[in-house]
């Protein structure tokens, strides 16, 4: 009898070692996978970028046609509170005034507003002095007109694009791959 206790508790030991020394776990993720998964990553924000990016613009071309209201009002009350002043002066004060609290929506380094200059995001005021009105216009990035207001006091006139225009122009021209 006691030979064969022996002889099943060997027999158990065997049947517990490993067999061939095989090192694999199947829990273990491969670089296969890995690479699989960032593959995959990269291809869905490769399709959600464009939406990404077209609302970031939108969102800038909102702010520009907003520093140009902006600019407007302001130029409409510094006229009625002083009906004599140039409109040079006027757009200077309003302009230097303005910069300190609105920002550039395209290039933080850039002012808000330029006078008779063109820079990327900025809002361009052209003060006309035989005519006492200033021009207001601000462009997209693409450098689409977005806003043109002409002041001359006591009224102005102003054409505004609709920004949703812009997204389908911009929608169709990347599906007809301009």
Do not use: H, W
């Not at 996978?33 to 960032?38: A, D, S």
């Not at 613009?57 to 520009?64: S, V, Y």
């Not at 209201?69 to 004060?93: D, R, Y």
Request: aromatic letters at 6%; proline letters at 4%; glycine letters at 4%.
């Amino acid at each position: 009898m006691d030979e064969n206790k022996t002889e099943n508790t060997t027999a158990g030991k065997a049947d517990l070692a490993p067999e061939d020394n095989k090192d694999e776990n199947p829990n273990k993720i491969t670089i296969f996978e890995i690479f699989v998964g960032l593959l995959l990553v990269l291809c869905i924000g490769l399709y959600l970028s464009p939406n990404i990016f077209l609302k970031l613009d939108n969102k800038r071309n909102a702010q520009m046609q907003t520093n140009a209201s902006i600019f407007t009002s302001k130029a409409l009350g510094e006229f009625s509170s002083n009906n004599k002043m140039k409109a040079s002066e006027a757009a200077q004060k309003i302009a230097k005034e303005l910069n300190k609290v609105n920002k550039n929506p395209y290039d933080k380094k850039n002012p808000a507003y330029l006078i008779k200059a063109k820079c990327k995001g900025c809002v361009i005021i052209t003060p006309d002095d035989a005519l006492n009105s200033i021009a207001v216009e601000a462009y997209s990035n693409d450098n689409i007109l977005l806003v043109r207001t002409v002041i001359q006091p006591p009224s102005f006139v102003t054409y505004t694009r609709d920004l949703t225009s812009l997204d389908a122009g911009k929608k169709k021209g990347k599906k007809d791959g301009k």
